[in-house]
Nanobody, 120 residues
Framework: QVQLVESGGGLVQPGGSLRLSCVGS????????MYWVRQAPGKGLEWVSA????????YSADSVNGRFTISRDNAKNTIYLVINNLQPGDTARYYC?????????????WGQGTLVTVSS
């Protein structure tokens, strides 16, 4: 069974940092593009970051202004998202997602998400 499980969310004060994690199982993790996507309350999905299967090519949305860093550890079947200088606008549910076997540039499989709340 293919599964993605996120963790690491919580309540953080503005200016703080978080590291989100996502563990994949049921598939050959090291052969898939992986993504982080977020959804703020009352808004649509927003692509945040992507990593190629080996972690050598990573991308993040311009809107996060260099504050987000995606990485992966294929030995642990895990991707990470480090978020620095958190702002109230970063409040959202953050989803980990996996591409198709033949990469299409968008997700096939989604996790359940982890909630990040930025508030003083």
């Amino acid at each position: 069974q293919v599964q993605l499980v996120e963790s690491g969310g919580g309540l953080v004060q503005p200016g703080g940092s978080l590291r989100l994690s996502c563990v994949g199982s049921g598939f050959t993790f090291s052969t898939y593009w992986m993504y982080w996507v977020r959804q703020a309350p009352g808004k649509g999905l927003e692509w945040v970051s992507a990593t190629d299967p080996v972690g050598t090519s990573t991308y993040s949305a311009d809107s996060v202004n260099g504050r987000f860093t995606i990485s992966r550890d294929n030995a642990k079947n895990t991707i990470y998202l480090v978020i620095n200088n958190l702002q109230p606008g970063d409040t959202a549910r953050y989803y980990c997602a996996r591409d198709f076997e033949a990469a299409r540039g968008y997700p096939e499989i989604w996790g359940q998400g982890t909630l990040v709340t930025v508030s003083s």
